[in-house]
């Protein structure tokens, strides 16, 4: 087995739900290399986190990101950590709710996910910035 | 280290939390040939998740099942992806809150779960069908 | 490739979310012999949860706890589970939401985290008593 690590940054993307799919290939190609493994890939901020969800219609996104400002309200009146903005420490619930990282099958030189699946970065900040990812690739390389 | 990657169907269950550690490891009998390591189990479905939880009271699936119904409602007013049906926009939610994926240790040849642990595969869909997931462990072999 | 495992007990901690970085660091010495991994942290209990989040100010653990709290509600009158104490089934459903383990990249001898990350331990019941931890490092050894 081999395992190599790369960081890469994601541009710049407006609150919600996005899929990243081939936006998080791009920096990896080095995935090519691999029959078999697992691909972890964590982010390094407590603001935005990472899924795996539908990756058809954009409408899901939407609504991802709808019922989530439903379930983690900003005006909810007990929030203290309040200075960094209202859309802060509900991204922080919001982040701990869905996760850091997601943990992708490798086949074949690439992920091995099911037909409607794809990656989704969660920016759950009105102004998040680029988002930094640590992608850890570990498996065994092709013969 | 070795890594070994498996593709495996659960069969068909009703919408709800289900147990189901011993129809996981009934599918990968080469669990047993790894000392250390940890096992990647992962769903190829948007509609369905997994999770650890409590293995003994079936009354604890249940209220899962009420729970999540009750934090993501069917008869909310902003779902817009509702061509599929109305269990279905809410599937998604759930699955991006519980997981796509859940990883366990290995030790001696087996799971090593806490004594009250199993594995929960959460149907989120009123017909869901057969789940198909990719199990992938790494780990050192005994000698 | 080399894989290590060791079974830590983090102390009793009151119900709430608590930073446990350091703590679980200085179970894991053998961390420093790896050059670039993964470190997979499990928790061996089915009401108490792991996460990342942020490691500075100490409201945004308040308010983690205040929020979960308001969405996983003891006073709710569908829970059937009771017979261990009214925070017992909402601690199994905040584990599932939270998650039972959390992955961590590692590089150069420790976690490769962002600056504000650190782990935390979720204890979800009033008196849940030391926590069993499953760290599973798998990764390349310095040379």
Chains 1, 2, 3 share one sequence.
């Not at 790369?6 to 936006?23: A, D, Q």
């Amino acid at each position: 087995m081999s395992c190599l690590q790369k960081e890469i940054t994601l541009s710049s993307k407006p609150r919600g739900f996005h899929l990243v799919t081939n936006e998080v290939l791009k920096h990896i190609p080095e995935i090519k290399n691999f029959s078999v493994g697992v691909a972890h890939i964590f982010i390094k901020h407590t603001s935005a986190s990472l899924s795996i969800n539908e990756n058809a219609d954009p409408t899901v996104r939407d609504n991802m990101e709808t019922h989530f400002n439903v379930m983690v309200p900003e005006d909810a009146n007990y929030y203290q950590h309040t200075f960094e903005g209202l859309d802060d420490m509900t991204s922080h619930i919001k982040t701990s709710i869905i996760g850091s990282s997601v943990t992708l099958p490798i086949k074949n030189g690439s992920f091995n996910l099911g037909t409607w699946q794809g990656i989704y970065l969660c920016e759950h900040r009105n102004h998040g910035g680029s988002r930094r990812l640590v992608v850890t690739i570990s498996g065994e390389l092709k013969a």
